[in-house]
């Protein structure tokens, strides 16, 4: 019923010359209802916004402390991965020398 009010409310404001005078008497009701209606929405488009705003920095927030966990993990591993691939080459490399000369020696 609200939804029709506003439809008749909106199609009277919009389809009124500007050169007619408005002197009927249910005029200023239709003005003022939808000077209500306009308020209301209005209020409710910012709180809406505002909660809107609100979650978006919420999850911004959480999706921002999940990737620096994330990107963590994977420097401790590259770190780790970086260690082992150093240490065995510098076995291998040392086994090698020691062939080298273990075989130059003799």
């Known amino acids: 019923e609200q939804g029709g009010l506003l439809l008749v409310a909106a199609s009277h404001r919009t389809s009124m010359p500007s050169n007619v ?12 209802l939808l ?3 306009e308020t ?16 978006l920095e919420r ?20 770190l780790k991965w970086s260690f082992a691939f150093w ?3 510098v076995a291998v490399v040392a086994g090698i020398i020691f062939a080298l ?3 130059a020696g003799r």
């Open 59 to 78: 999850v911004t927030t959480a999706l921002k402390a999940e990737l620096r966990e994330d990107i963590h993990g994977v420097k401790v591993d590259l």
């Open 40 to 55: 209301a929405m209005k209020s409710d488009l910012e709180r809406v916004t505002t909660a809107l705003k609100a979650e």
């Open 21 to 32: 005078s408005t002197s009927k008497p249910w005029d200023g009701f239709f003005n003022k």
């Open 35 to 37: 000077e209500r209606v």
């Open 87 to 89: 240490v065995g080459n």
């Open 101 to 103: 000369l273990r075989t």
